[in-house]
């Protein structure tokens, strides 16, 4: 295990802190509004998931902000006055220009650690799946990469990292834009869960309109199928995020597992955090596995 340099993260792998803190990847936090006050996405430590659907829901307004160059500064300072070198993972840059602020944050640490290396990678992934490549990353990090190899395995790998998204609740989409009010009356009316996922440069891309709960979780795991490494023999882990919707998400764990035999361990859930949840709202499922090269 190289202890040299330290891998870290921030809230947006929407893993827990718990499992954060077991794969030794510390992590810097996002901001968002709920009703006027401002939170820190902590990974629900301050706030309960289904209290802040419910209160989104109920029609407070809510609102995220990135991390920003300062905040950067002084989250990489504790550990390169250690003598650790830093690598960083960003939410990706089809969503947020929080890499932009984090390479601005870098150039300034380099003057004041001349010393000190400083890699910040764009993950173009998002919630779990950023967390999922974070987890390969640690893993890897533990099984002796340096430094520099790890951060070329991320480059090289990170359009491996498959993410596909459905929504039963189409609110917050088309508050957000992602769905005009015209498609989302008649989604509504008809029933329509739009599938998602997340292209090569890390944009959230519509795919399809799919009628009902019950065709759309089987039309994401036949993604999984599709585009899984090693097919039907996939021998790596999946990750699940969900906002307020564990048993839709619980369904589509169980039929990934009836599928996929050979996966690592059992399918693994998490909450969607509040940055991303934000934008989404309750009703979405997304799934994580590593596939073929993301291409489109």
Not at 12 to 20: G, R
Not at 36 to 52: E, I, R
Not at 144 to 156: M, P, Q, V
Not at 265 to 277: D, N, S, Y
């Amino acid at each position: 295990m190289d202890n040299t340099y330290v891998l870290c993260a921030s809230s947006t792998a929407d893993l827990t802190p718990e499992y954060l803190e077991r794969i030794r990847v510390p992590f810097v936090c996002f901001h968002y509004e709920l009703g006027g006050k401002a939170y820190s996405d902590d990974l629900w430590a301050s706030m309960d998931p289904h209290t802040f659907y419910q209160r989104m829901l109920a029609g407070e307004e809510s609102r995220t902000s990135q991390v920003n160059m300062t905040e950067y500064m002084e989250f990489w300072r504790a550990f390169l006055k250690n003598g650790k070198d830093v690598m960083h993972l960003t939410l990706s840059s089809g969503i947020s220009g929080t890499v932009n602020s984090a390479r601005a944050a870098a150039e300034e640490l380099r003057k004041e650690f001349p010393d000190r290396q400083i890699y910040v990678v764009d993950s173009l992934a998002a919630s779990s799946g950023f967390g999922l490549l974070i987890d390969k990353l640690a893993e890897l990090r533990d099984q002796g990469y340096s430094l520099k190899e790890l951060y070329r395995y991320a480059e090289d790998h990170k359009l491996f990292l498959h993410h596909w998204f459905f929504s039963t609740d189409l609110t917050f989409y088309i508050r957000g834009g992602r769905v005009s009010k015209t498609a989302g009356f008649f989604g509504r009316m008809l029933n329509i869960c739009p599938l998602l996922n997340v292209d090569y440069q890390g944009r959230l891309i519509p795919r399809d309109k799919i009628r009902t709960k019950k065709k759309v979780i089987r039309e994401i795991v036949a993604r999984m199928e599709e585009h899984a490494q090693n097919g039907a023999r996939y021998n790596e882990k999946v990750f699940i995020s969900y906002s307020d919707c564990l048993e839709d998400a619980r369904a589509v764990a169980a039929l990934v597992e009836s599928r996929f035999p050979n996966m690592k361990g059992k399918v693994q859930l998490f909450p969607i955090g509040a940055t991303i949840g934000a934008h989404t709202g309750p009703g979405t499922v997304a799934l994580f596995f590593w596939g073929d090269l993301r291409n489109n």
